[in-house]
């Protein structure tokens, strides 16, 4: 059986006092019955973690350098995440593909770079809307994962997101058959690859526009394992909607 998973990825926002809102959240959920992630800014990750202490809500990173140390200004390593109390780390969002260039190679050596630390990756893939008018998205989301995937993933190290960039922030939903017929076609393509075991054990998490007032449906559609949330999850009121639902599910 899968654990489910709610994922809150605040990108780049929050400060100190936002800490609050993880308090609250903790509050509202003592004893989830699925995992909570909370990946927030670089600068939250040692805070953040010191603060939930062995509570129920999980740290994460936002994305990890390949390498463990070097002369990488700005950038932090997978072991630097660990080190400050991360357990989870997410690689090949479509904003660090877009807006860094990131490459399938870059984003499955980070994977890499990830496990080898101890982390929890998160690998990330989707198409843009122009792939999904031209009927490409299968082709597109196949090809990620295949050159994304590090060999020897595993279903204790391994998290499949799938975001369609055009639904990420914009409101804009997949159909439920949409999202089923993604989902069904990663879940085909890592039993392939890994075999029936780690293929059925291996998350798989829905995101771009996932709020509580949809939250019931995407998470009633097969092989939607939980979500990786933007916005509804700064707010604890906002994530906590979509954790119920995923508990309900």
């Not at 998205?137 to 020897?152: E, H, K, R, Y």
């Amino acid at each position: 059986m899968r654990k489910k998973l709610a994922a809150g990825n605040w990108k780049m926002n929050g400060t100190l006092g936002s800490m609050l809102e993880i308090d609250a959240l903790a509050e509202k959920h003592p004893a989830p019955t699925c995992d909570v992630l909370i990946c927030p800014p670089a600068t939250l990750v040692a805070a953040m973690a010191a603060s939930i202490g062995d509570g129920v809500i999980k740290t994460g990173g936002q994305d990890c350098h390949a390498n463990t140390s070097g002369a990488y200004t700005g950038d932090i390593s997978a072991e630097m995440l660990a080190d400050a109390g991360a357990s989870y780390v997410l690689v090949g969002h479509s904003e660090r593909r877009q807006d860094h260039n990131e490459s399938d190679a870059d984003v499955r050596s980070k994977a890499k770079a990830g496990m080898g630390a101890g982390l929890v990756v998160v690998v990330c893939c989707g198409e843009t809307d122009d792939q999904r008018v031209a009927g490409d998205t299968l082709d597109v989301i196949s090809a990620q994962l295949t050159a994304s995937i590090p060999d020897g993933s595993t279903a204790e190290n391994l998290v499949v997101a799938y975001e369609p960039i055009w639904a990420i922030g914009t409101g804009k939903v997949p159909t439920l058959a949409q999202i089923g017929e993604v989902h069904d076609a990663i879940r085909a393509l890592l039993e392939n690859r890994f075999g029936d075991d780690v293929g059925q054990s291996v998350r798989l998490l829905y995101g771009g526009s996932v709020k509580a007032s949809n939250a019931d449906d995407i998470f009633a559609v097969p092989n939607v394992d939980g979500a990786l949330v933007g916005g509804a999850s700064l707010k604890a009121d906002d994530f906590s909607g979509i954790i119920t639902a995923l508990e309900n599910s």
